[in-house]
């Protein structure tokens, strides 16, 4: 009969070297400080995390915790944010029939992305024109660029409007308006009055909107004649009726 040989059990790691194995395996997903801490020793496996901070092994970011080689940057963020835009947004629809994606919802799709690195990530894609920013109220949404730029092939060119002639008529239907406290006015009336093609003013407002330099106001439907019915932007899901316009100086026209 032959020996057994007696399997001695592994030894389980303790300590730091512990708490490294479990970033290494965690890889870029990271741990949370629960994750990480044993039952029995809480305090003394924080004590420890500390020091492993201190002495450059580990990475915290927005309460995770990674190994250096896997802990995210401005760069993997940003490029995680491209790719999830670009994987809900296709290039079949005209970009103003979009719900664009507020940065809430868009930080949800975006696995493994703190937030201390997520709004510098998305001024880097804004300033490098790779997403658009738009603002509707208080709440930013954003928008791939490439939408527009291959829809620029087949729809109306903004280099051929004339800026200068949508302020002044939205300058005078103001002081032609009866009520002098509403500072927004229809863009039926915007159309009608500067004679440009709506698709075109259109374009043109959403290109405002991203700047913070035009307003959108959904205004009252039910009661909105048939041609402001008819001049309404669709957008995200909403019916504007009516549109505030500000100068490139932020100043109100």
């Known amino acids: 009969m032959g020996k057994i040989t007696e399997k001695k059990p592994k030894k389980s790691l303790t300590g730091k070297d512990r708490l490294l194995q479990l970033l290494a395996k965690a890889k870029e997903k ?7 801490l044993s039952k029995k020793n809480k305090k003394e496996d924080q004590k420890l995390l500390l020091e492993l901070i201190g002495e450059n092994k580990v990475v915290e970011l927005s309460k995770k915790y990674y190994a250096p080689e896997y802990a995210p940057n401005i760069e993997t963020v940003a490029d995680r944010i491209e790719k999830t835009l670009n994987s809900i ?11 664009p994606i507020s940065k809430a919802q868009l930080q949800k799709k975006c696995p493994n992305c703190p937030e201390i ?11 490098d024109k790779i997403i658009i920013p738009l603002r509707i109220g208080k709440i930013r ?5 490439a939408l527009f730029k291959d829809n620029e092939k087949n ?5 051929s409007l004339d800026p200068k002639k949508i302020y002044n008529a939205y300058i005078q239907l103001l002081s032609e308006q009866n009520y002098g406290n509403f500072s927004h006015v229809s863009i039926a009336s915007l159309q009608n009055k500067t004679g440009i093609d709506l698709d075109l003013l259109h374009h043109w407002l959403l290109e405002q909107s991203k700047k913070g330099l035009a307003h959108l106001f959904e205004g009252d439907w039910a009661l909105a004649p048939k041609e402001e019915k008819e001049a ?7 019916r504007f009726l009516r549109v505030k316009l500000e100068q490139p100086n932020n100043e109100p026209v």
């Open 155 to 159: 729809g109306p060119s903004l280099t």
């Open 30 to 36: 990271g741990r949370t400080l629960s994750q990480l």
């Open 232 to 238: 309404a932007l669709h957008f995200q899901g909403k």
């Open 117 to 127: 690195l997520f709004e510098e990530a998305l001024d880097c894609l804004i300033a």
């Open 141 to 145: 949404y954003f928008l791939p660029m």
């Open 89 to 99: 947004f296709t290039a079949s629809e005209k970009p103003l029939e979009y719900k």
